[in-house]
C-alpha cells in the first residue's frame, strides 16, 4: 500500500494545514504546465494528487490510518484526484461548478405570498367562503410572457453563441488556467431580448391585484395556513407561479372561548333558580338553545350541550358546548325577602351553619380563562 504521508513528505501526526500546505507546494512543483515537461512530473503530480485526496479527507484519512487504502479499487473512496478537484481547490467550488453550467433559463418559478384572513367564531365554526383581494405579479398581456415587443423574439447571443458562458484563459502559479463565467451580454441566458416589451420592460411579467375566492373548511385555527397552489407570483419571463398561503387569524369572541373544538361559557343564574331548577334560554351560535338545569345545580357546575362545539377540520362532525354556571347571590333582599331566606334557614336548620374548609379553586371555567390566557 502506498504511503501517502512519504508521497507528500508529511508525518503521521501532521496537521491538516501541514498536509495542505504540503500539497500545494508538490502541485506547483510538479504540474505539467509547470514542470515544462519533465520526465516523471505528470507521474508524480497524480501521485501527489492521489495522496492528498486521502489525506486531506478527514474520513479517509481515518480510513487509511486503520489500514485501509480509500483511493485503490474497492478501498471505498472511488477514483482519485482529477483536474476537477485541483480546480475547485484553488478557484472554489463555484467557479468549477460554473463550468458545467450551460444557459440559464429565463422563465423562472414566482415567489409564494402570505396573506392574512381575519375570520370571527361563527366562520372557523361553520366554515366561510371569501373573496380575497391579492396584490402579486400576473402574465404581461401584452407579450405573454415573452418580454419581447411583439411581433418580435429574443436572439442568440452573439458572444456565447447561446451556450451563455464564456471561457477566458487566466494566468496563475499552475500556468495558464481555463475559467468558465457567466456571459456579461446576455447575463447567462444564452439570449438577449433586442426590443424588450414596453409594458412590462422586458420582465415578461406585470403587477396586479387580483381576487382570489376561497371556501374555508370549518375547524380552522389561529394561525393555520391554507395552501392555494399555482396562485401566487407569476415568474419572471412567464414562468409557473408560486402558491398562496392564507394565514388565519380567529378574532376573539366576546361570549364564547375556544379550546380546540369544544366552546365554553359562563352562564348567570340566580340562587332560588339553581336551588329549585329551571329551564332557561341560551343565545348560542346556532340560535337560541333551551338548558336544562337540575334542582341544586351548584356554583361552576357544568352542563354540556353535544355538537354546538366548533367543526371539526378534516374528520367532520363538531365539538360540544360547555355552559358553566355562575350562581348568583343577591345582594339586595328588601325586609320581606331577607325574612323568607331566614325562614328557610330555619327549616333548614341552618341559622348558624359550621365553616367547612375547602381547597381554594378558581373553578373549571376560571382556570380555563387562565390558561388561555397564558397565566
Given amino acids: 500500500m502506498t504511503d501517502y504521508y512519504e508521497v507528500l513528505g508529511v508525518p503521521r501526526d501532521a496537521s491538516p494545514e501541514q498536509i495542505k500546505k504540503a500539497y500545494r507546494r508538490l502541485a506547483r512543483e510538479n504540474h505539467p504546465d509547470v514542470a515544462g515537461g519533465e520526465p516523471g512530473a505528470e507521474d508524480r503530480f497524480k501521485d501527489v494528487s492521489r495522496a492528498y485526496d486521502v489525506l486531506g479527507n478527514p474520513d479517509k484519512r481515518r480510513q487509511y490510518d486503520l489500514g485501509g487504502d480509500p483511493a485503490s479499487p474497492g478501498g471505498g473512496a472511488g477514483g482519485g484526484f482529477g483536474f476537477q478537484d485541483i480546480f475547485e481547490t484553488f478557484f472554489g467550488a463555484a467557479a468549477g461548478a460554473q463550468q458545467q453550467r450551460g444557459p440559464m433559463p429565463r422563465a423562472r418559478r414566482g415567489q409564494d405570498a402570505l396573506v392574512r384572513i381575519d375570520l370571527d367564531l361563527a366562520d372557523v365554526t361553520f366554515g366561510t367562503h371569501r373573496d380575497v383581494p391579492v396584490d402579486t405579479a400576473v402574465a404581461c398581456p401584452t407579450c405573454g410572457g415573452t418580454c419581447c415587443r411583439p411581433g418580435t423574439t429574443p436572439r442568440t447571443c452573439e458572444i456565447c453563441h447561446g451556450r451563455g458562458v464564456v471561457q477566458r484563459v487566466a494566468r496563475s502559479f499552475l500556468g495558464q488556467v481555463m475559467t468558465t463565467q457567466p456571459c456579461a451580454a446576455c447575463h447567462g441566458f444564452g439570449t438577449t431580448i433586442p426590443e424588450p416589451c414596453p409594458e412590462c420592460s422586458g420582465e415578461g411579467r406585470v403587477r396586479s391585484r387580483r381576487t382570489l375566492s376561497v371556501d374555508v373548511p370549518a375547524g380552522v385555527e389561529n394561525g393555520n395556513r ?141 382556570k380555563l380563562r387562565d390558561k388561555l390566557s397564558g397565566r
Fill in 226 to 366: 391554507i395552501k392555494l397552489t399555482g396562485q401566487g407570483e407569476v415568474g419572471p419571463a412567464g414562468g409557473p407561479a408560486g402558491d398562496v398561503y392564507l394565514e388565519v387569524r380567529e378574532r376573539r369572541h366576546e361570549t364564547f372561548v375556544r379550546e380546540g373544538d369544544d366552546l365554553h361559557v359562563t352562564l348567570e343564574v340566580p340562587m332560588t333558580a339553581a336551588a329549585l331548577g329551571t329551564v332557561l334560554t341560551l343565545d348560542t351560535l346556532d340560535g337560541p338553545q333551551e338548558v336544562d338545569l337540575r334542582p341544586g345545580t351548584q356554583p361552576e357546575q357544568v352542563v354540556t350541550v353535544k355538537g354546538l362545539g366548533v367543526g371539526r377540520l378534516h374528520v367532520g362532525g363538531r365539538g360540544d358546548l360547555h355552559v358553566h354556571v355562575d350562581v348568583q347571590v343577591p345582594l339586595d333582599l328588601d325586609d320581606e325577602q331577607a325574612t323568607l331566606l331566614r325562614r328557610l334557614a330555619e327549616l333548614r336548620g341552618e341559622e348558624r351553619p359550621e365553616a367547612r374548609l375547602a381547597a381554594h379553586h378558581h373553578g373549571v371555567f376560571g
